[in-house]
């Protein structure tokens, strides 16, 4: 199922085909304490929008909840943070390390 198929996560997947990062962000906000996937897609994309301090917050609850391994969502998590430069994860939880490595980058933490 694609984003924008799944019940919860399809407003942010219809905002984000419409360019809206900070309004998919919105959405899916309310969401990360309780679904992972959300947590996950959520993180993802508050990095796009350009909210780093609520994509650590998700990146966190994903990792401190329990393991993604199999979301009913299909595709990859797909980072692009240069005109060259990507990052692709499949959507599991070892993609929330990968982005969470990266928001903390992006915030100066270590």
Do not use: C
């Amino acid at each position: 199922m694609g984003l924008e198929r799944h019940p919860l996560l399809g407003a942010a997947g219809t905002l984000m085909a419409h360019g809206d990062s900070a309004g998919a962000w919105r959405s899916l906000a309310p969401l990360v304490a309780s679904d992972p996937q959300a947590a996950l897609v959520g993180g993802a994309i508050a990095l796009q929008a350009g909210d780093t301090g609520g994509a650590i917050d998700a990146l966190e609850s994903l990792l401190s909840g329990p393991k993604l391994d199999a979301p009913s969502v299909d595709g990859a998590v797909v980072f692009a943070f240069s005109d060259e430069g990507m990052i692709v994860f499949d959507v599991n939880s070892l993609a929330g390390v990968g982005l969470l490595v990266y928001a903390y980058a992006r915030a100066g933490r270590q």
